[in-house]
């Protein structure tokens, strides 16, 4: 084998070329990772909404809480099914909320986006037990105090601790405290009392979906069964998890999907950057190379000598991708939500198997970059070693 | 200074060995390169060009010969024919007790590995290596560990008197020392012949003159057959045998 300090001191010497190699795959893999990332990242915020021991209640044939109208009196009803959990008084554990999307100006661009306000009955507290008020207070039930998620705080106006805003026309609300909610997607919400926004709206009388609180997940069989069996009620069951899954797959695919095909296209560039290099390095080299097979090296040791060092070349750029991709990690993306078509800040979430792959295709890249060049290596006659 | 490096058959060195022993075929006792009717023709275009016509030629065991002759007269094809490079037109070629007229590419590396030792005229080290990695190259063809090559590596330099620049890289060495430095990169895999082409051609008087004493110490007190392609007359004159080419024969 050739020695690989043989390849690295090369790439080191011809430094400008290296480095300009390096940068293109680096930033193929910095966008591919920051998508895969960010999809996760969408994944993560969603998924962490839901849970497998919660099940959601909407009207039969809705795909989202936004499109569910439930009447106020089917609540008791769906409360009294089997299978859902009581609490020390023998009150079964349920809450009926209320979602709307409301146009809101943005701050820091020009143009709205849509929030969406959850109404929420008293007792949120006693069924949401991960809500925590990170600042200011808890609203007063009965009044137009509302509080905000964390990753709203900011970003819209009048949606700041102590600031007002528009909840309809001429109904303005009071931020009166910022929660967090275990990084869900309920922190890119707005919550108010359920019969505020129900007076605001004109939805007198109505949830958007019910949630309740099961004594085990194996018990969502059951419920299910009592509540889609009524044909009259006209609702679907579904287990919180599983709903936010669904939530979660078109923006998610979208963004993979958009990510990977701008990555592909980058690398057919970068991959020609690195064979450019390649080429150049063997041409300027065509006479240690022939040394080399005079000196007994094979062809196939040539072959391998020249696509590990466009591997390390590759690499090294991969490696610089995810450093610069790791930064993101630290930054908060707002983006559309396909499915509730409001606006959910996400952040970029490294994982394991996402820094993996990404290093994999820089190395992919390498491979098939050097992969012609290291051919024409092979092909430099041991003759050229005594040529002048 | 009689010490050596001694490389012996690795493993695959052996196996090697026994691969090419399907080629070798019995050369007299005292020759180790025997040409017969050797001629090599390259073509430009569909025009036959006669680089070597009918060369006969031995040199024995431990033969000193030098090669001159004007350009284009053929002296480094016969060079690149004996050492492995390039492969006749017709006639046979044996070379220590091998037919390289029959051998495969990667048969004629694996003999040339084990067989040759190469000195150029340009050096042809490898400008990101030290001395002694250059010189630790061909040992990377064999079984040994790794303290073993770097033992042996910095024997052949201390052969060459260059123990003090072992870890200085070739634009750290003078041209004398970068040609030492090919010599010890040539004999450190013990190889029965030393093809030089042109060794002294870009150095100095002196530093020419070092180079080819040194060459007569690998002749005289290791053994090695030498092959040299020169043009300058007083390094001709330092081998047992001189030998002038003109248009492919010798004459």
Same mark, same amino acid.
């Given at each position: 084998?050739?020695?690989?300090?043989?390849?690295?001191?090369? &790439?080191?010497?011809?430094?400008?070329?290296?480095?300009?190699?390096?940068?293109?795959?680096?930033?193929?893999?910095?966008?591919?990772?920051?998508?895969?990332?960010?999809?996760?990242?969408?994944?993560?915020?969603?998924?962490? %909404?839901?849970? %497998?021991?919660?099940?959601?209640?909407?009207?039969?044939?809705?795909?989202?809480? $936004?499109?569910?109208?439930?009447?106020?009196?089917?609540?008791?009803?769906?409360?009294?099914?089997?299978?859902?959990?009581?609490?020390?008084?023998?009150?079964?554990?349920?809450?009926?909320?209320?979602?709307?999307?409301?146009? $809101?100006?943005?701050?820091?661009?020009?143009?709205?986006?849509?929030?969406?306000?959850?109404?929420?009955?008293?007792?949120?507290?006693?069924?949401?037990?991960?809500?925590?008020?990170?600042?200011?207070?808890?609203?007063?039930?009965?009044?137009?105090?509302?509080?905000?998620?964390?990753? &709203?705080?900011?970003?819209?106006?009048?949606?700041?601790?102590?600031?007002?805003?528009?909840?309809?026309?001429?109904?303005?609300?009071?931020?009166?405290?910022?929660? +967090?909610?275990?990084?869900?997607?309920?922190? %890119?919400?707005?919550?108010?009392?359920?019969?505020?926004?129900?007076? +605001?709206?004109?939805?007198?009388?109505?949830?958007?979906?019910?949630?309740?609180?099961?004594?085990?997940?194996?018990?969502?069989?059951?419920?299910?069964?009592?509540?889609?069996?009524?044909?009259?009620?006209?609702?679907?069951?579904?287990?919180?998890?599983?709903?936010?899954?669904?939530?979660?797959?078109?923006?998610?695919?979208?963004?993979?999907?958009?990510?990977?095909?701008?990555?592909?296209?980058?690398?057919?560039?970068? $991959?020609?950057? +690195?064979?450019?290099?390649?080429?150049?390095?063997?041409?300027?080299?065509?006479?240690?190379?022939?040394?080399?097979?005079?000196?007994?090296?094979?062809?196939?040791?040539?072959?391998?000598?020249?696509?590990?060092?466009?591997?390390?070349?590759?690499?090294?750029?991969?490696?610089?991708?995810?450093?610069?991709?790791?930064?993101?990690?630290?930054?908060?993306?707002?983006?559309?939500?396909? +499915?509730?078509?409001?606006?959910?800040?996400?952040?970029?979430?490294?994982?394991?198997?996402?820094?993996?792959?990404?290093?994999?295709?820089?190395?992919?890249?390498?491979?098939?970059?050097?992969?012609?060049?290291?051919?024409?290596?092979?092909?430099?006659?041991?003759?050229?070693? $005594?040529?002048? | 200074?009689?010490?050596?490096?001694? /490389?012996?058959?690795?493993?695959?060195?052996?196996?090697?060995?026994?691969?090419?022993?399907?080629?070798?075929?019995?050369?007299?006792?005292?020759?180790?390169?025997?040409?017969?009717?050797?001629? *090599?023709?390259?073509?430009?275009?569909?025009?036959?060009?006669?680089?070597?016509?009918?060369?006969?030629?031995?040199?024995?065991?431990?033969?000193?010969?030098?090669?001159?002759?004007?350009?284009?007269?053929? *002296?480094?094809?016969?060079?690149?024919?004996?050492?492995?490079?390039?492969?006749?037109?017709?006639?046979?070629?044996?070379?220590?007790?091998?037919?390289?007229? /029959?051998?495969?590419?990667?048969?004629?590396?694996?003999?040339?590995?084990?067989?040759?030792?190469?000195?150029?005229?340009?050096?042809?080290?490898?400008?990101?290596?030290?001395?002694?990695?250059?010189?630790?190259?061909?040992?990377?063809?064999?079984?040994?560990?790794?303290?073993?090559?770097?033992?042996?590596?910095?024997?052949?330099?201390?052969?060459?008197?260059?123990?003090?620049?072992?870890?200085?890289?070739?634009?750290?060495?003078?041209?004398?020392?970068?040609?030492?430095?090919?010599?010890?990169?040539?004999?450190?895999?013990?190889?029965?012949?030393?093809?030089?082409?042109?060794?002294?051609?870009?150095?100095?008087?002196?530093?020419?003159?070092?180079?080819?004493?040194?060459?007569?110490?690998?002749?005289?007190?290791?053994?090695?057959?030498?092959?040299?392609?020169?043009?300058?007359?007083?390094?001709?004159?330092?081998?047992?045998?001189?030998?002038?080419?003109? *248009?492919?024969?010798?004459?």
């Amino acid at each position: 084998m050739i020695p690989i300090a043989y390849n690295l001191r090369s &790439l080191a010497v011809r430094r400008t070329t290296t480095l300009a190699s390096v940068l293109g795959i680096g930033l193929v893999v910095f966008v591919l990772a920051g998508a895969l990332m960010l999809s996760a990242g969408i994944k993560q915020t969603l998924g962490r %909404s839901g849970k %497998s021991d919660i099940a959601i209640v909407l009207r039969k044939g809705s795909d989202a809480e $936004m499109a569910s109208s439930i009447e106020s009196p089917t609540l008791g009803l769906i409360l009294s099914a089997p299978g859902v959990k009581k609490d020390a008084s023998g009150s079964p554990l349920g809450i009926g909320e209320l979602l709307i999307v409301a146009t $809101m100006d943005k701050i820091g661009v020009d143009g709205v986006s849509n929030v969406q306000i959850r109404g929420v009955p008293e007792q949120v507290g006693r069924f949401r037990k991960g809500l925590q008020i990170v600042d200011g207070r808890a609203a007063q039930p009965g009044t137009d105090e509302v509080i905000i998620g964390q990753r &709203l705080r900011g970003r819209f106006k009048g949606l700041d601790l102590g600031q007002s805003f528009d909840l309809r026309k001429n109904r303005p609300a009071k931020v009166v405290g910022v929660f +967090a909610y275990e990084g869900s997607s309920h922190e %890119s919400e707005i919550w108010a009392d359920i019969d505020t926004v129900r007076q +605001a709206f004109g939805r007198a009388g109505l949830f958007s979906s019910v949630r309740v609180q099961l004594s085990s997940p194996s018990q969502f069989d059951a419920f299910e069964a009592v509540i889609e069996g009524d044909k009259a009620l006209g609702l679907d069951a579904l287990r919180e998890d599983r709903y936010y899954e669904k939530q979660s797959e078109g923006t998610s695919i979208f963004v993979t999907g958009l990510g990977v095909v701008i990555a592909v296209i980058f690398s057919i560039g970068a $991959m020609i950057g +690195a064979m450019i290099t390649m080429y150049a390095s063997i041409a300027s080299r065509s006479r240690e190379i022939g040394t080399l097979r005079a000196l007994g090296f094979s062809r196939p040791a040539i072959m391998i000598s020249f696509l590990l060092e466009a591997l390390a070349l590759a690499l090294s750029g991969g490696l610089l991708g995810i450093a610069l991709s790791l930064c993101l990690g630290t930054v908060r993306f707002s983006m559309m939500n396909f +499915a509730s078509w409001s606006e959910i800040v996400f952040s970029f979430s490294p994982t394991p198997g996402i820094l993996l792959s990404a290093l994999v295709f820089a190395g992919l890249m390498g491979l098939f970059g050097g992969l012609f060049p290291a051919l024409r290596a092979t092909r430099i006659s041991p003759l050229s070693a $005594m040529r002048d | 200074m009689n010490s050596s490096p001694q /490389a012996s058959p690795s493993g695959s060195d052996r196996g090697a060995a026994s691969d090419i022993a399907e080629h070798a075929r019995p050369t007299t006792a005292e020759s180790i390169i025997s040409l017969r009717g050797v001629r *090599k023709t390259y073509f430009r275009g569909k025009e036959p060009i006669h680089v070597l016509q009918d060369l006969d030629l031995e040199v024995p065991v431990g033969g000193y010969e030098a090669l001159m002759g004007p350009s284009g007269s053929g *002296k480094s094809t016969l060079l690149n024919l004996i050492a492995g490079l390039d492969r006749p037109s017709a006639g046979s070629l044996l070379v220590a007790g091998a037919d390289l007229g /029959a051998m495969s590419d990667s048969q004629l590396a694996r003999w040339r590995a084990n067989t040759i030792g190469f000195i150029f005229q340009a050096y042809n080290l490898m400008p990101v290596l030290t001395a002694v990695e250059n010189v630790e190259l061909p040992l990377l063809l064999t079984k040994l560990s790794a303290s073993e090559r770097k033992r042996r590596a910095q024997t052949a330099l201390r052969i060459v008197g260059l123990e003090d620049r072992m870890h200085h890289y070739p634009r750290q060495l003078s041209g004398g020392q970068e040609q030492r430095v090919a010599i010890a990169r040539a004999i450190v895999n013990d190889p029965q012949v030393l093809v030089a082409d042109e060794p002294t051609g870009d150095l100095d008087r002196q530093s020419a003159d070092e180079i080819l004493t040194l060459l007569e110490r690998m002749n005289r007190e290791l053994h090695k057959t030498i092959i040299m392609v020169t043009h300058d007359p007083a390094a001709a004159e330092r081998a047992h045998i001189t030998r002038r080419l003109n *248009k492919g024969q010798l004459i």
